[in-house]
Nanobody, 118 residues
Framework: QVPLVESGGDLVQPGGSLRLSCAAS????????MGWYRQAPGKQRELVAS???????NYADSVKGRFTVSRDNAKNTVTLQMDSLKLEDTAVYYC????????????WGQGTQVTVSS
């Protein structure tokens, strides 16, 4: 198992910024992808941004240029810097780690609420 602990969700005004952090522990494979997904009410969970341990990043089109994902491989942490937040960014954000140890496994955090409202 790989427990994930998230922090940083909050209420913010449009145009504001937030930083989400996530720390993983347990049975972590050195080659893995860590990232963030989000789920708004009535919608499916979607990828926001991810980063492989080798450095490759992937962003949803809707957040390109506004959000930045980074990680510390030594500490097994991933951070999502969110700038120029919009109303439509409101969602529960979930930290994820995907790794292969015999088979592909996805592990999830408990979720943190981000609300963008004036």
């Amino acid at each position: 198992q790989v427990p994930l602990v998230e922090s940083g969700g909050d209420l913010v005004q449009p145009g504001g910024s937030l930083r989400l952090s996530c720390a993983a522990s347990g049975n972590i494979v050195s080659s893995n992808t860590m990232g963030w997904y989000r789920q708004a009410p009535g919608k499916q969970r979607e990828l926001v941004a991810s980063m492989h341990s080798g450095g490759t990043t992937n962003y949803a089109d809707s957040v390109k240029g506004r959000f930045t994902v980074s990680r510390d491989n030594a500490k097994n942490t991933v951070t999502l810097q969110m700038d120029s937040l919009k109303l439509e960014d409101t969602a529960v954000y979930y930290c994820n780690i995907r790794q292969f140890n015999g088979r592909w496994n996805d592990y999830w955090g408990q979720g943190t609420q981000v609300t963008v409202s004036s």
